[in-house]
């Protein structure tokens, strides 16, 4: 059988267990980090190791500390599963290489992946995956065999739970939490944020009821990706109970899914705009920045527009947020698949610190998140993103990467206003919606991306869409 190759997409090597994704690839990737960290620091290379949840997530950490080990690498394994912006922390309080981290985020329960990121804590840019990638494909021609022998001097186990804690207790009002009395449903889908968003508000006395704490390899049967239509328990806790949020994260705790208190799911296109806004009024000695993805919402421009901040656009993907917060550019980013940072937090998204943004906004503001929405198209206009994935065979992909490289004068009879080539096909229009397309980095999916001012014009565009995808 010809050995598959290794590739990074947006966010990491991912594929299907003992299909895509080996212990023989495993091997060839660390060893390929190794080569890179050694050259950075040849004296004394130290990486974070870290796992979620899955199927064999611990086993394939194990494997790349011997690896490293027997490459002269010192790792630093984490005990249990442990969620991506805990590494990155740790990453940064030992001042190490970089980190490595066994997760699949939010796929199927059958995926498995191998994160990177550097010493910045930050995932690692093209310019280093490309290089990993040509590595591990040299390394997995010769085979790496799994060194047993490896000297266990090399690592050691570490639990960076605390001390990320601490960390976002530095970047929440918790005070106006436990001042408004909330009590806060929250979903942990069987991934790495149990024990870490439930504790941190157990801790200070926030009333707290909690689902799916365990280990389930399974996730309960459906993908842990905190969407709309994967919290219907937590809406029934919500409206059971009688708390003011419902708070979620998907499986390595990098995305977070929000509730409001009647258990309707609100976007996150919608969350970075409130926080945007919100953060913008309560933390003015920050930088007068935003970033956001391609993908994402307009409103973000208008909520901008209205304090007169800058926009920074960026291709999907939060390594190029990260960026921006390492440069200390901007409050806030995020991309609307569910991923934000904030100025003086890590480079890399945080759904455990979105869930308590977001608890501290409505305990200050005092208005459900629904009505602050409201208040906020008052005030800057409505705004109505939808995201389809539509999946592809090979022969379609190839047709449709063709399509969107071509520009169409108009679209749905609509004339094309602008075109931007950031990530994609993204056709803009005179009235300020927008259509984008583009092909997955880590699915076998074209996304395609719309927003107009109203939900039927919005359903139009998607609508369109398909139909231009389908031609």
């Known amino acids: ?105 939010h796929n199927p329960a059958d995926y498995n992946g191998l994160k990177f990121s550097t010493a910045d804590g930050a995932p690692a840019l093209p310019r280093v995956t490309q290089q990993l990638e040509k590595l591990a494909e040299k390394h997995l021609r010769r085979g790496i065999p799994e060194d047993g022998n490896a000297d266990p001097s090399r690592w050691e186990e570490i639990d960076p739970r605390d001390t990320y804690l601490e960390t976002l207790a530095s970047k929440v009002d918790v005070a106006a939490i436990q001042r408004a009395g909330l009590k806060i449903a929250f979903d942990a889908l069987y991934g790495t944020s149990a024990g870490y968003l439930d504790r941190f508000l157990r801790d200070r006395g926030v009333e707290v009821r909690a689902l799916h704490g365990q280990r389930d390899v399974l996730f309960g049967g459906y993908p842990p990706e ?85 926009v920074y656009e960026t291709p999907v993907g939060f390594k190029y947020i990260g960026e921006l917060i390492k440069q200390n550019k901007i409050t806030i980013g995020g991309e609307e698949s569910a991923g934000l940072t904030i100025y003086g937090h890590v480079p890399e998204k945080d759904g455990i610190l979105a869930c308590l943004l977001v608890a501290e906004m409505v305990a200050r503001r005092g208005a459900s998140l629904g009505e602050q929405l409201q208040a906020l198209f008052a005030k800057v206009g409505a705004y109505y993103p939808v995201r389809v994935n539509l999946h592809l065979s090979d022969e379609e992909r190839a047709r449709v990467a063709a399509r969107i490289k071509k520009v169409p004068a108009k679209f749905d009879g609509r004339r094309v206003a602008r075109v931007d080539r950031t990530d994609g096909l993204k056709l803009l229009f005179e009235d300020d919606s927008w259509v984008l397309l583009r092909l997955s980095g880590t699915e076998p999916v074209v996304r395609c991306y719309c927003e107009a001012h109203s939900q039927q014009e919005t359903q139009a565009l998607v609508e369109a869409a398909q139909k231009f995808i389908a031609e």
């Open 226 to 310: 905190p969407s709309d239509d994967r919290l219907g328990e937590l809406r029934q806790l919500v409206q059971e109970s009688g708390a003011a949020l419902g708070l979620a994260t998907d499986g390595d705790a990098d995305r977070f899914g929000i509730l409001d208190h009647t258990g309707s799911f609100i976007s996150p296109n919608h969350i970075i705009s409130l926080l945007l806004d919100y953060l913008l009024e309560t933390r003015p000695e920050w930088p007068r920045g935003v970033a956001r993805s391609v993908a994402t919402t307009h409103l973000v421009d208008a909520v901008a527009r209205h304090h007169n901040v800058r």
């Open 1 to 105: 059988m010809p050995l598959k190759q290794i590739h990074f997409g947006t966010s990491g090597w991912r594929g299907i267990i003992g299909d895509d994704f080996t212990f023989a690839g495993v091997r060839a990737a660390c060893a390929a980090i190794a080569d890179c960290v050694r050259k950075e620091n040849p004296k004394d290379p130290r990486l974070i190791v870290g796992y979620d949840t899955r199927f064999l997530s611990p086993e394939f950490a194990r494997s790349a500390v011997s690896v490293l080990a027997a490459r002269g690498i010192h790792s630093y394994l984490c005990k249990e599963p442990t969620p991506t912006p805990a590494i990155a922390c740790e990453i940064l309080r030992r001042q190490t290489e970089g980190g490595i981290n066994f997760t699949a985020s």
